[in-house]
């Protein structure tokens, strides 16, 4: 699976977007950007995930570059409960089961 | 609720005794996984199951090992062969269908004394 690179961290201020960068430029064309989030002591949470279109759900939008080289996690309207370090993972579909391998993340700190 | 059930939340024990943690999920996943994360670190594969009966090693395998008796139950014995065994350790479902996304439980902490 493609290695990702993530700032270590970073800070917005509560009510603005967030957006978490990720590079993964040596990605394959059948390998997934998945994004999780982890709470202090919580399990990880999963967030979005996309292949090549981007994506929104109810929590976040992932805009994935058109060489799929990079690709931006946003949250709208940052809120204290989205303090968290937020997970970049690639992953390629085998037919086999999700074996995610996990970075150390980007530390995001919302501030009042 | 639906979703993956970890038991307990914090676990001790004693040196030298093996100790089993428990994983359950009402998500009628396939895939099953655990993960064990060390402070300030990010989460490492012990073991993974893509069916019931069946299941292969992770990156980090040694000193543990778990059984897949039912589609829904994944427990992971942490065995005293394991040498730093103190972790959170967190167990995940999936489907194996196509960019499927894997989801957690919360995690138990384990301490060994």
């Known amino acids: 699976d493609a290695k990702t690179t993530q700032p270590t961290s970073m800070d917005c201020a509560e009510g603005r977007a967030a957006n978490l960068p990720c590079n993964h430029s040596t990605i394959s064309g059948n390998e997934y950007v998945y994004w999780y989030r982890q709470i202090h002591s919580q399990g990880p949470q999963y967030i979005i995930h996309g292949l090549k279109n981007n994506e929104t759900n109810e929590m976040a939008s992932l805009i994935i570059t058109e060489d799929r080289k990079s690709s931006t996690l946003i949250l709208p309207h940052a809120t204290l409960r989205d303090t968290a370090v937020y997970y970049c993972?690639?992953?390629?579909?085998?037919?086999?089961?999700?074996?995610?391998?996990f970075g150390t993340g980007t530390r995001l700190q919302v501030t009042l | 609720d639906g979703g993956i059930t970890q038991s307990p939340k914090y676990l001790f024990r004693k040196e030298g005794q093996n100790v089993t943690l428990s994983c359950e999920q009402n998500?009628?996943?396939?895939?099953m996984y655990w993960y064990r994360q060390d402070p300030g670190q990010g989460l490492r594969l012990i073991y993974y199951?893509?069916?019931?009966?069946?299941?292969q090693k992770g990156d980090i395998a040694e000193g543990y090992s778990v059984s897949r008796e039912k589609k829904e139950s994944f427990p992971l014995t942490v065995t005293s062969a394991q040498k730093n065994p103190t972790a959170f350790y967190l167990c995940?479902?999936?489907?194996?269908?196509?960019?499927?996304?894997?989801?957690f439980g919360q995690g138990t902490r384990l301490t060994v004394v």
């Open positions: 199951s893509q069916i019931v009966n069946d299941f």
């Open positions: 993972i690639v992953r390629a579909y085998t037919g086999t089961a999700s074996k995610l391998t």
């Open positions: 995940a479902s999936s489907t194996t269908g196509t960019g499927a996304a894997a989801f």
């Open positions: 998500l009628n996943h396939d895939a």
